[in-house]
């Protein structure tokens, strides 16, 4: 079955290392997301990245990092640098709008919950 | 990008009908409407888009306001499996979709 696939689903981590989530997608989407959720609260982009070998910031890049190697694959980074990284992280696949037409779906991934202490 | 403006929750019955609304007074002409839905740990799921028509699918229908400040996401007859916090989002028509989540609106469905 096509879709998005985000390992592992719980994570659990020591202040001052870094951490890679993964995320992989079958679906032949060229876009692909990365989003926060803290409790009680909306998703916040965190980077995004249209075509391979591309990505651009979000609303919140501080702290984290990103590579888009392959189509299908777009790992996060959590570094030491970033100072609240326990949340819900999200990531999602969309095939880009063209003119005149909305991508109008991101698909999501089941998510991982990062937890550090 | 433009802002949208939800109720924090609402509360239905099992088979009524259910109405959404949503705000987003500073929409531009080349923001599409995007209702998603999220479960408790889950990852969103898209319910339903539109520009300026009305809209329906297998999940439910989007009334757009003529002037395009308002609308409304209708679930016509609502089950537990419903409840859900909904998003209405606004996002442009190309390019990558960089989604804007407020804390949308906690829908609950009484048996």
């Known amino acids: 079955d096509g879709g998005i696939t985000q390992s592992p689903k719980y994570l659990f981590r020591k202040e001052g290392q870094n951490v890679t989530l993964s995320c992989e997608q079958n679906l032949n989407h060229d876009a692909m997301y990365w989003y926060r959720q803290d409790p009680g609260q909306g998703l916040r982009l965190i980077y995004y990245?249209?075509?391979?070998?591309?990505?651009q910031k979000g609303d919140i890049a501080e702290g984290y990092s990103v590579s888009r190697e392959k189509k299908e694959s777009f790992p996060l980074t959590v570094t030491s640098a970033q100072k609240n990284p326990t949340a819900f992280y999200l990531c999602?696949?969309?095939?880009?709008?063209?003119?005149?037409?909305?991508?109008?779906?991101?698909?999501f991934g089941p998510g991982t919950r990062l937890t550090v202490t | 990008d433009a802002k949208t403006t939800q109720p924090n929750s609402m509360e239905s019955n099992e088979e009524e009908p259910v109405h959404l609304p949503c705000n987003h007074s500073t929409i531009s002409g080349t923001d599409y409407i995007h209702w998603y839905r999220q479960l408790p740990s889950q990852g969103p799921e898209y319910v339903i888009h539109g520009l300026t028509s009305n809209v329906n699918n297998r999940m439910a229908s989007l009334a757009i306001a003529e002037d395009r400040k308002s609308s409304t996401l209708i679930l016509h007859r609502a089950t537990l499996r419903d409840a859900a916090v909904y998003y209405c989002i606004l996002s442009h028509i190309q390019g990558a979709q960089k989604l804007v989540f407020g804390q949308g609106t906690r829908l609950t469905i009484n048996p």
């Open positions: 999602a696949s969309s095939t880009p709008g063209t003119a005149g037409r909305s991508s109008y779906e991101q698909y």
């Open positions: 990245s249209q075509i391979v070998n591309d990505f």
